[in-house]
């Protein structure tokens, strides 16, 4: 039995709540509303899909150009366009539903009480796992990041959206602050039940011929595996402080950059930026996280989950 | 849409700057269609980042028809294009597709204008074989092909090996055929005989003025656009082209396109 046991460790592992197979998600905005991808990967083998940033009502986004190819990375200022969340319940939620695997949803708002009605709105929906609330999209002029670089404005729209919804609640961190720690205690203390970052670093790249930046909105959101240093180090300081689960997220594109998360104290992950170039990525990430656990003798992830020694 | 490894056929200079690369793929590009694009990796690693857009050349058939692979046609333009012209054969790659919405093919026999700028010829070798297998009279279609110089002038003896009967040719150095935009001798023609459709691939500008034109002159006209791509299949949304008159709305190069009416985008 003890053989048994090692051949098929325990993957499992437990956010705000949800209990998922194995700990590798795909990030919001990478992973359109899950259907996108069912042709390339089998949707059931993931731990978890984040679903795009849904606002109230639909959101158009920002002009093109809204990417650009950086060393190792990219910039993106797409501006959280989606279909809104009434359309997402009615077209989008009956395919997610039928898989097994749970189902988040990013939402955002331009107000507290926007985000507000829309934590109510999921309340009251079947099929919905739990809300990653985003406080931190870098590309939006209004809400989004505004509540997530000052601990204040972020510790009143997770409060107020607690206090809307009884679902599990993972709060979307920014980088983009000079102490993350700082906003991670304030959405903890407000209630949020897990944490997950980190969101995109702002940047910018510049055509010198034109002179223009190269994306419509000037700056955009930096992805990719450019920024996974910076994205374990955030991690790694907020899992050291925090009371409630954190997954990482920066630049994760294969099964070694998930396990330096998983030991840096993440309880899962998510793979974004590397679903475009990859999309069996997020899969393979599961197998090879399930080989060193076999290969090091370790029956369950848990026992993984922030051993880094200092 | 298939994710597969596959390897390189043959990787040759067509003319200077632009190569000609064929790759094998899985049998079922044999339901690929003209317009249609792919999404190719040039590295493994990581840098970079992420995948280049080509539109399907032609496919490879053995002499049984079976498709053995695709053909890309493609100019050297910067760090991934560099990388891929230093393929060789046997190298594997990694590609995604077909994806993306074809051209419509007319339903009953039609008189047929085809128009490419420099690279934009890519996807309309496929388009006029492709008319061709379905019965089209190719004799009658006309092609237009321009560029900045005779150098960026491709593929005029396939159309005529293929049964093309008339190829015009423009430049805007005069260094070939007739110093002019494609557009010219488009219009002249359109004068003398307008077509059913027009179809086009090629820079912006050149796109803008065939759209106008065909306008002008109430021809449908299909265009297929080039755009920055993040993932090629509707995840991003890095790809977004403005729909006509505005709208609340954008669409997506990769799914809505990269074939569109040229009267549903504001280019």
Not at chain 1, 7 to 16: E, G, H, K, M, R
Not at chain 1, 30 to 56: C, H, M, P, W
Not at chain 1, 185 to 210: C, E, F, K, P, Y
Request: proline content about 5%.
């Amino acid at each position: 039995m003890a053989f048994e046991s090692e051949a098929t460790p325990d993957l499992t592992t437990n956010i705000a709540g949800v209990l998922l197979d194995n700990p590798v998600m795909t990030a919001s905005g990478t992973f359109g509303y899950g259907r996108e991808y069912s042709q390339l990967v089998d949707l059931n083998r993931l731990g978890a899909i984040v679903v795009k940033g849904l606002s109230l009502a639909p959101a158009k986004g920002n002009p093109p150009p809204r990417i650009a190819e950086t060393p190792c990375g990219m910039l993106n200022a797409i501006g959280l366009e989606n279909v809104g969340f009434d359309v997402f319940v009615e077209k989008k939620l009956p395919y997610l539903k039928t898989l097994s695997t749970p189902t988040w949803v990013n939402i955002y708002g331009k107000t507290i009480e926007e985000y507000s009605t829309l934590a109510r709105r999921v309340d009251g929906v079947e099929g919905i796992a739990g809300i990653e609330l985003n406080i931190s999209c870098p590309n939006v002029k209004v809400g989004g990041v505004a509540f997530g670089v000052d601990e204040e404005m972020a510790f009143e729209v997770v409060r107020a959206v607690r206090q809307q919804t009884g679902r599990p609640l993972m709060v979307k961190l920014s980088p983009n602050v000079t102490d993350i720690t700082r906003i991670a205690q304030s959405a903890v203390d407000a209630g949020a039940d897990a944490l997950s970052l980190i969101n995109t670093i702002t940047g910018m790249a510049i055509d010198i011929h034109r002179r223009r930046s190269k994306i419509a909105n000037i700056t955009g959101g930096l992805s990719g595996p450019a920024i996974k240093p910076v994205a374990l180090r955030m991690v790694w300081q907020v899992a050291q402080m925090s009371s409630v689960p954190v997954v990482g997220i920066g630049g994760i594109a294969t099964a070694e950059d998930a396990l330096e998360f998983l030991i840096a104290g993440a309880a899962a992950v998510q793979i974004g930026t590397a679903n475009f170039v990859d999309p069996g990525c997020a899969v393979r990430v599961v197998d090879g996280i399930r080989k060193y656990m076999i290969d090091h003798g370790i029956g369950r992830l848990t026992e993984l989950i922030g051993t880094l020694e200092t | 849409m298939i994710q597969e490894r596959v390897q390189v056929r043959y990787n040759t200079i067509e003319c200077s700057g632009y190569y000609r690369m064929g790759l094998t793929c899985h049998s079922d590009y044999r339901r690929a269609k003209p317009g249609q694009f792919v999404m190719l990796r040039v590295v493994d690693g990581m840098n970079p980042l992420l995948r280049r857009p080509f539109s399907i050349h032609r496919l490879i058939r053995s002499s049984a028809g079976a498709v053995e692979g695709l053909e890309i046609l493609y100019k050297v333009v910067g760090t991934g294009t560099e990388r891929l012209a230093d393929c060789r054969r046997g190298d594997g790659l990694n590609l995604l597709g077909p994806l993306g919405r074809p051209f419509s093919l007319p339903e009953r026999p039609a008189q047929v204008f085809i128009a490419a700028g420099g690279i934009g010829v890519a996807p309309m070798y496929f388009l006029t074989e492709t008319l061709q297998k379905k019965g089209f009279d190719i004799s009658s279609c006309v092609v237009f092909i321009g560029g900045r110089s005779k150098d960026d002038l491709l593929c005029m003896n396939d159309f005529f090996a293929i049964g093309v009967k008339t190829v015009n040719i423009t430049t805007d150095d005069g260094t070939a055929g007739e110093q002019d935009v494609v557009t010219g001798p488009i219009e002249r023609a359109v004068k003398e005989g307008r077509p059913d459709v027009i179809y086009a691939c090629g820079p912006l500008p050149m796109l803008r003025a065939t759209a106008r034109m065909a306008r002008r002159y109430d021809i449908p006209c299909q265009i297929s656009i080039e755009t920055m791509m993040g993932c090629g299949i509707g995840a991003c949304l890095g790809c977004a082209v403005s729909a006509a008159g505005g709208g609340d709305k954008y669409l997506h190069a990769c799914v809505d396109g990269p074939v569109f009416n040229a009267a549903d985008i504001d280019l």
